[in-house]
């Protein structure tokens, strides 16, 4: 694979990172996408110490003219795609009767559309290539709440549109699956934590244990558990694994 290129969107920080940062050890150039220049930057700085050449886009893909720009970027700077991890994607935690259509329409587009755009613009190289896509969805998918309602929604249509990429992959010899991921500590959840508990006058220690008992698991997972998952599912000893939604949650969700 050290010939090979890697599109990891989202890629400024939290599971995007610390994916990015991963491939670096297997692909020869990674491509990084994100709305955060600065942060691209500081991913950008990790990527090439571990031996790969990384390119900067700083974009946002709810837009509709983002994936013909990262994939021509790409193919222009690398001359093929390989592997495409769509991982951008943040919907907001409100509860299912106060969600606007702008914040229902604001997630569906950079999760979903923004994840569907870009895989479409990408089929064609991939197909050259023979490679590999990941959709990140969440374990929401398979048990919404109230509070998780639009994200519960948006990560249930991504497994069924990664099962559709997956069955059109078959023609095309693409591989493609969904990863479902439970509770993980990220920037963006030790943030909604620190506001969480000052809010509900407890520490923020005291609210990272009531959500971890509510969720009946140990610990919260690591963004580099996630991307060693999503590193195997682009390697060349995943390719016999298609279709597949996989979820990584610690054993949050007890059903089969």
């Known amino acids: 694979m050290k010939n090979a290129v890697a599109i990891v969107t989202g ?7 610390a994916t990015a940062i991963r491939l670096a050890l297997d692909f020869s150039g990674v491509v990084l996408v994100a709305r955060n220049g600065a942060k691209l930057e ?15 886009l700083e974009l946002d893909m709810s837009k509709t003219a983002a994936p013909d ?4 970027r790409s193919l222009g700077r690398f001359g093929r795609i390989d592997a495409l991890l769509n991982i951008a994607g943040a919907v907001p935690q409100i ?3 106060e969600m606007t259509d702008q914040q229902w329409n604001d997630g569906m587009e950079l999760k979903l559309h923004g994840a ?3 895989t479409v613009r990408a089929w064609g190289a991939l197909k050259e290539s ?8 969440g374990n929401s998918a398979v048990f919404p709440k109230s509070g998780y309602g639009a994200v519960g929604t948006i990560n249930a249509a991504i497994v069924a549109l990664a099962k559709a990429f997956s069955d059109r992959g078959l023609t095309d010899g693409i591989q493609v699956n969904s ?3 439970g509770p993980v500590m990220t920037g963006r959840r030790e943030s909604y934590l620190a506001h969480w508990a000052p809010a509900h006058n407890v520490s923020v220690e005291d609210a990272r244990q ?3 008992s509510e969720a009946g698991i140990e610990r919260y997972g690591r963004p580099e558990e996630i991307a060693d998952l999503m590193a195997f599912l682009v390697s060349p000893g995943a390719r016999w694994m298609t279709g597949s939604a996989i979820r990584m949650d610690g054993g949050e969700v007890k059903s089969i």
């Open 116 to 118: 569907r755009r870009l």
């Open 210 to 212: 009531r959500f971890l």
């Open 69 to 72: 720009t990262v994939v021509t």
């Open 42 to 56: 500081e991913t950008a700085n990790e990527v090439k110490a571990r031996g790969s050449e990384p390119m900067v």
């Open 95 to 97: 509860d299912i009767l």
């Open 179 to 181: 990863v479902l991921p």
């Open 130 to 137: 023979r490679g590999a896509v990941v959709l990140m969805s």
């Open 11 to 17: 890629a400024s920080q939290g599971i995007g990172r």
